[in-house]
């Protein structure tokens, strides 16, 4: 008789840049406590200097290459968890994550947020809305990008990074999103880009700002 050994299942590893406990900075839940879990990649840009001006999100202010950050690694389901819960602390609460990236949703699955789910993790995404969502994502934020295909056009949060060229608030302000935020473009021309945005908000209502606190109060 030939025995042929079985092939062991191997379980998924997620490449995270970094993981952090802050508080969020931006959009509806600013101020809030969460811990920061960052993808590592995109599919709008490669994260290169050089590839910059050719990329389709080319005012990208995120280091999300590699795995080289704090807590940075490849990881397990169970083993992210176990970080996750370890960085939280306030055992009577229950967790609240941000996953973003670069672009959380190459990575995250329906395996993944089944898991932390387990301990009721709470799981918010912020995603430029090219690739489809998982199950079990309990706030989804949608920041769209110049030319980019956004599949996912319905969601809690609509976070729009203002003026783009390629992407006016007249386009997107009918999708189906309970809250609509604009934010104003960082760099060099931060703040008239932030008088420009004040002064969008205060003649269409249905919008609100939404500033970057945490580099104001120079936290992560």
């Not at 995109?42 to 999300?64: K, M, P, Q, V, Y």
Request: charged letters at 25%; hydrophobic letters at 35%.
């Amino acid at each position: 008789m030939i025995f042929i050994p079985l092939r062991p299942n191997k379980e998924p590893l997620y490449k995270v840049k970094e993981i952090y406990y802050t508080l969020q900075g931006e959009g509806y839940h600013s101020g809030r406590p969460a811990i920061f879990v960052r993808f590592s990649g995109c599919n709008l840009w490669s994260g290169r200097e050089e590839d910059r001006a050719d990329a389709i999100c080319n005012f990208c202010d995120t280091d999300f290459r590699g795995t080289d950050g704090p807590l940075g690694g490849r990881y397990t389901a169970v083993k992210l968890k176990e970080i996750i819960l370890s960085l939280w602390p306030d055992a009577k609460t229950h967790p609240f994550i941000v996953c973003t990236g670069g672009e959380p949703l190459l990575q995250l699955d329906e395996p993944l947020t089944a898991e932390l789910h387990k301990s009721n993790i709470e799981i918010a995404v912020e995603t430029n809305g090219t690739q489809p969502r998982p199950a079990g994502i309990d706030w989804l934020c949608i920041s769209p990008k110049p030319t980019a295909e956004v599949l996912l056009q319905s969601g809690d949060e609509l976070k729009l990074v203002y003026p783009q060229i390629a992407v006016q608030p007249e386009e997107v302000q009918d999708w189906n999103f309970k809250h609509f935020y604009l934010q104003p473009m960082d760099g060099p021309r931060l703040e008239e880009n932030t008088r420009r945005t004040v002064d969008y908000c205060k003649a269409h209502p249905q919008w609100r700002l939404s500033l970057q606190s945490h580099k104001y109060i120079h936290i992560p």
